[in-house]
């Protein structure tokens, strides 16, 4: 079984020479796409996910028990794939012993394409052995139960993969079936991921090997599981993607770490009794953190703190204050409450049906003079203060949208686009407005409430990863966009987003440890709960996840906090504080790379360009140099005739000669990305300098014509019945041919 996503995404030149009765030459291209050669789908899905993340096209070969017939590796226009990525060898357990279902022949065929095409392979989650230049460790294995950190060994990083920008610390392999490795064959294998000392092991052991055969092929082996649950295995992805592609490759790498603080001037009910509204001294507090925590982000970081208001939460504040200003009249609020007898989430309320909730006679005529009474929008007054934080619609009243009228959803947006209008945050640096945050995220089943948004020059709200029917089903990189059948109104784009542990109810860890309790099947202090939000969180980040996390304004109460050990350090912070500062530790502990946020519109943008590149299939084309040593340059193009209406990121490890005035990009440690926009022809770069591929020629002879598996894959209409292939490889004086198995 073969499926794939993105088939098509980059290509790589190879220039052969084929010395026959008569010679000639050609340059033959050669598609990039990874083929991930895998038992089931869940073995595949944990080589897939990181490829995914990047945006790089890849290919999954299923293979069962009894075999599988191998695709068309290439064609006389060159290889059809850039990296290969097998699981487990494809191994069963057959008459008591692991064998793969895999042919010899087979096995050969993919090391012969290695070799023709300078392809790389990657052994994920594989034992020990002389394949791999290695020997289990005298004690033998482990199970998942042992515990051991696995660490980068950095100078190999440093000559192989530099670009990874991994951390040589240590990454939990508690859970994570292992081989304590030793090394035997130095001459073809070098170590570049070791195991900590264990009480089993009390000595560094070998977790991943490079092998550099004599013939020039090349191999990385892991040798313990992994799966896309774990932080650990995540990290270790972004290893074999860096050293198996080069560095250069269609799609680009980015931790986008977006917390988006619903309610803003809101009173909120908490789940332990009480109210709690925001203070202009918690966002002072913020304003004055988030400088601080990027000061101590990696380089080329820029994060903030993104709001959802809701305009009427300011005039109840005003109507209130009246008894306190003898002679003021305020305007009152449309209403003070807004949660009443919501239907079911994913309720599909019949178009035109409802009844309006809003009094006919409502006006924006609101006293300005009653507005500024609120500490809150005397802060926010301040440019300096305002421009802190980003600015998103939440609706003006909080009114939740499953069953509403036209008329109302209309009034809810049109009114707090009207306030931001009037209070001057449409003139905020990081102001939003061409999309919302729905109230309870609620309403994106409601084809009247989509129509009154669009009416209203909006294109994208945020939605709710905890509900399936909210997320793409086809892809998570993708937003959703939704339909006439699932929602009563087309092509209205909904933004993936996650919850965390923290609840929308609570302003302190004592009410968050209280609720978590009694509405999960976990419990702890939070300590406990910052450790799993930690787990959980950094392994989306990392998975180049860019979906924004769901904080609401209670979670921001700082000012009259009390102390907490966060990061070894006791101090006063809020409980999204405490969030944020616990991921981005761990986030700067395993990786160099810069963590950026996006405004609300500039996500919701990124979500959509990322669809309809996919939609593109875009791809690279390296160019060897004449004696194939090198990749001095490269094309871009796209399956759709090489025109895309988005631009498409290409990473490239070192800079190039001209960016041909494209966008292009490199925060603090990250690569280079260009910024491709393709209009109908392929668009060259040449690489400065030039990447080394291979350092030392010599001949081999093409000897696997009787091959029948590899012929299959092979077109041999122009050859000669003795051909030779020019391969620029690694010193091999005797023509021993490949070491490996």
Excluded at 301 to 314: A, K, P, R, T
Excluded at 496 to 522: G, H, K, L, M
Excluded at 578 to 588: F, G, H, L, R
Excluded at 657 to 676: C, M, R, S, Y
């Amino acid at each position: 079984m073969l499926w794939a996503r993105g088939k098509g995404s980059s290509h790589s030149v190879l220039c052969l020479c084929f010395l026959a009765l008569v010679s000639w030459s050609t340059c033959l291209s050669s598609n990039s796409t990874t083929l991930i050669i895998a038992t089931t789908e869940d073995k595949a899905v944990q080589a897939s996910y990181i490829l995914n993340g990047y945006g790089v096209g890849f290919e999954v070969l299923l293979v069962p028990v009894g075999g599988v017939k191998l695709p068309i590796l290439n064609t006389t226009n060159g290889g059809n794939y850039g990296l290969l990525v097998i699981f487990s060898e494809a191994t069963y357990i057959a008459n008591g012993t692991f064998s793969s279902a895999l042919t010899r022949a087979q096995w050969e065929a993919l090391y012969s394409y290695q070799r023709n095409f300078k392809i790389r392979m990657v052994h994920l989650n594989v034992s020990p052995g002389p394949q791999y230049g290695t020997a289990i460790a005298s004690a033998g294995c482990c199970d998942p139960s042992s515990y051991q950190n696995v660490t980068i060994v950095s100078e190999v990083q440093k000559r192989e993969f530099p670009n990874a920008g991994i951390r040589s610390v240590g990454l939990n392999t508690s859970g994570l079936y292992h081989y304590p490795t030793t090394v035997n064959n130095d001459s073809t294998t070098t170590s570049f991921l070791e195991f900590g000392p264990h009480p089993d092991f009390p000595t560094s052991s070998v977790a991943g090997v490079i092998n550099k055969f004599g013939d020039g092929r090349e191999q990385m082996a892991f040798f313990i599981d992994g799966g896309n649950f774990s932080s650990p295995s995540t990290v270790l992805n972004h290893v074999w993607v860096q050293w198996g592609y080069r560095g250069l490759y269609p799609g680009y790498r980015r931790l986008n770490l977006q917390t988006q603080v619903d309610d803003l001037l809101l009173e909120t009910t908490m789940y332990t009794g009480g109210l709690f509204r925001l203070r202009a001294e918690d966002l002072k507090d913020h304003a004055d953190w988030t400088i601080d925590i990027n000061n101590r982000m990696n380089r080329g970081s820029s994060y903030f703190l993104e709001f959802g208001f809701n305009s009427n939460g300011n005039l109840i504040y005003g109507y209130k204050q009246q008894a306190k200003n003898p002679g003021l009249s305020c305007d009152g609020p449309v209403f003070g409450k807004w949660h009443e007898g919501m239907p079911p989430l994913e309720y599909q309320k019949p178009l035109g049906t409802g009844k309006n909730a809003w009094p006919s006679y409502s006006s924006s005529a609101w006293t300005g003079e009653c507005l500024f009474l609120d500490p809150l929008i005397s802060f926010m007054r301040n440019t300096t203060n305002r421009d802190a934080f980003g600015l998103v619609s939440h609706t003006f009243t909080h009114l939740e949208l499953n069953n509403v009228t036209y008329a109302d959803a209309t009034r809810e947006i049109s009114f707090n686009l009207l306030y931001a209008e009037l209070m001057n945050f449409t003139s905020a640096a990081k102001f939003s407005g061409s999309g919302l945050i729905p109230p309870a995220i609620t309403g994106l089943h409601n084809g009247d409430v989509l129509r009154a948004w669009s009416d209203n020059g909006l294109w994208n709200a945020i939605g709710d990863n905890t509900r399936l029917p909210l997320r793409n089903p086809d892809n998570q990189q993708w937003p959703l966009m939704t339909s006439m059948a699932n929602n009563g109104y087309d092509g209205y784009q909904i933004t993936p987003r996650f919850a965390t542990r923290i609840y929308f109810d609570c302003d302190t860890p004592a009410c968050n440890v209280q609720e978590w309790a009694d509405t999960s099947d976990d419990a702890g202090d939070i300590y406990y709960l910052l450790e799993l939000s930690k787990d959980t969180t950094s392994n989306q980040l990392l998975s180049l996840y860019h979906d924004p996390y769901m904080f609401h304004q209670p979670n921001l109460r700082s000012y009259d906090a009390g102390e907490v050990l966060v990061n070894r350090k006791m101090q006063k912070l809020s409980l999204l504080q405490m969030w944020v500062e616990t991921v981005v530790a761990e986030i700067t502990r395993l990786v160099d790379w810069p963590i950026v946020t996006l405004k609300h519109d500039h996500i919701a943008m990124s979500f959509n360009r990322r669809y309809v590149r996919d939609q593109c299939a875009p791809y690279i084309r390296s160019t060897l140099s004449s004696n194939s040593s090198q990749i001095t340059g490269f094309d871009v193009l796209a399956a759709t005739n090489n025109t895309c209406a988005v631009t498409v990121p290409v990473t490239v490890p070192k800079a190039v000669a001209d960016t041909k005035g494209f966008h292009t990009e490199q925060l603090g440690n990250d690569p280079l990305t260009i910024w491709v926009a393709l209009s109908g022809e392929a668009v060259h770069f040449e690489l400065h300098p030039p990447l080394d591929v291979i350092r030392v020629m010599r001949m081999i002879v093409a000897s696997d014509r009787d091959n029948e598996d590899y012929r299959d894959n092979e077109d041999y209409s122009t050859r000669s019945t003795i051909d030779y292939l020019c391969i620029y490889s690694y010193h091999d004086p005797l023509g021993l041919g490949d070491n490996g198995p």
